[in-house]
């Protein structure tokens, strides 16, 4: 299993940017598929975006696809999610997440390994 580290996040105005960051330590994570999840309050933890072990793969939510970019630089273990344009709606608990079957899912049962979460907050 892999430990998963995450930094960034905070209270940003309406439009503005953040770079979430996630550390993974323990077993390799480069073969692993990462993703990104929010959860926001009383609401059901929702799929962001995710990216193959390679990073030649990507897939992101509806609501943040054009806005919110993920990356990997497996030579640091760590992966990214760059998020523009935000919009007080992204406001959540974000959540990193390691896939050891790397089955580029969406459902974040499918997911092994999870990071402590980090609040961002949008104000308008």
């Known amino acids: 299993q892999v430990q998963l580290v995450q930094s960034g996040g905070g209270l940003v105005q309406a439009g503005g940017s953040l770079r979430l960051s996630c550390a993974a330590s323990?077993?390799?994570?480069?073969?692993?598929?990462m993703g990104w999840f929010r959860q926001a309050p009383g609401k059901e933890r929702a799929f962001v975006a995710g990216i193959s072990w390679s990073g030649g793969s990507t897939w992101y939510a509806g609501s943040v696809k054009g806005r919110f970019t993920i990356s990997r630089d497996n030579a640091k273990n760590t992966v990214y999610l760059q998020m523009n344009s935000l919009k007080p709606e992204d406001t959540a608990v974000y959540y990193c997440a390691a896939d050891a079957l790397s089955l580029y899912s969406r459902n974040w049962r499918d997911y092994d390994s999870w990071g402590q979460g980090t609040q961002v907050t949008v104000s308008s």
């Open positions: 323990g077993r390799t994570s480069s073969s692993y598929a």
